[in-house]
């Protein structure tokens, strides 16, 4: 395995396979409560610790799968690649349990008031984890080589939704509690998570559009061509291996056109021009469910490989 520069994880001797978040959103404090469990896979037996990646997170305990505390420390933190987490195994243990809660200004975490939104009623959260930002949200090896699967249950205040690319498991809206399961394994910069007041609209059975409802009609003509571009794509590279794609067209705050979040693209609202004349981009982040999700740069020293191969070609 390559050693990633960009985290402190030791994935080449032990390393998480799936995490099992569970948060609750306080837009107040600007701030993620809750714990993140991780389930290890061991490639050396005798490894006696595990170096996780995290950024201005408040460690509040770390314990094995039992609640039994495990010793560990936490590192000085760096400008960019943020603080160690060495958690020490005195055994093989299966799974390590962090709590935690993140900083107000944490990196990936973007917290818009509801003047920020269209609608102006709640506020409104998403995530932006690529390239080195998953970790100012949840421990993890945040490096594009190490891929996890995850499972996550998040608590919104009264009114919102909150959406994963993931697949959707039994809401209960009415008590702000909102399940995902992600089964594919992806890499950390992947994850990805918005709330806020949300509505859906399907394009055919397995592609549709989130967005503030004042914004859905608008997102959901724009988009109409989804399910073609999907088709349009497997003629080129084989089965779309995703399930569902979905998309998010979030505020106007969104710092990019778009990001390939698994499942559910993350997508400027600038995109929506009226006359599908932008809708380019969609293509683009379409084509990362093959360049860059299903097949990944081992470290950002090779984002080529990721970008490459998904930029269109206009002359
Ligand atoms: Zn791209």
């Known amino acids: 395995m390559v050693r990633d520069p960009h985290s402190y994880g030791n994935a ?3 390393c998480p396979s799936h995490l099992a978040l569970q948060l609750t959103l306080n837009f107040t404090q600007r701030r993620m409560d809750g714990r993140c469990d991780l389930t290890l896979t061991w490639s050396q037996p005798d490894a006696t610790y595990i170096d996780l990646d995290t950024r201005d997170l408040t460690i509040t305990a770390v314990t094995d799968g039992e609640n039994r505390p495990l010793n560990y420390e936490l590192g000085s933190p760096h400008p960019f690649m943020g603080s160690r987490l060495r958690v020490h195994l005195p055994e093989r243990q299966e799974t390590v349990r962090v709590v935690y809660h993140t900083h107000p200004d944490a990196a990936a975490l973007q917290w818009l008031t509801p003047a920020q939104t269209t609608s102006q009623r709640l506020p409104f959260l998403f995530t932006q984890s690529q390239a080195i ?6 421990p993890c090896m945040d490096s ?4 996890t699967t995850f499972d996550a249950v998040i608590n919104v205040p009264p009114g919102m939704t909150a959406v994963m690319g993931a ?8 008590q702000g509690r909102f399940c ?4 594919y394994a992806i890499p950390a910069y992947l994850i990805a998570l918005a709330a806020g007041e949300l509505a859906f609209r399907a394009i055919s059975d397995r592609a549709g559009v989130y967005a503030e409802p004042a914004v859905l009609d608008r997102a959901a003509w724009e988009c109409a061509d989804m399910d073609h571009m999907i088709r349009t794509a497997e003629a080129l590279y084989g089965p779309y291996r995703w399930g569902r794609w979905d998309t998010i067209i979030l505020p106007p705050s969104f710092p990019f056109g778009g990001m390939e979040n698994p499942m559910l693209t993350f997508a400027t609202p600038t995109i929506l021009a009226g006359d599908r004349s932008l809708v380019s981009l969609m293509a683009h982040e379409l084509a990362h469910s093959w360049s860059g999700n299903l097949v990944t740069n081992a470290t950002w020293g090779d984002f080529w490989l990721n970008e490459g191969f998904t930029i269109v070609d206009c002359t």
């Open 167 to 174: 697949h959707h498991e039994t809401h209960e809206p009415e």
């Open 144 to 147: 594009p080589g190490v891929r």
């Open 180 to 183: 995902f399961t992600m089964p």
């Open 133 to 138: 930002l998953a970790r100012t949200w949840l």
């Open 12 to 14: 080449h001797e032990v």
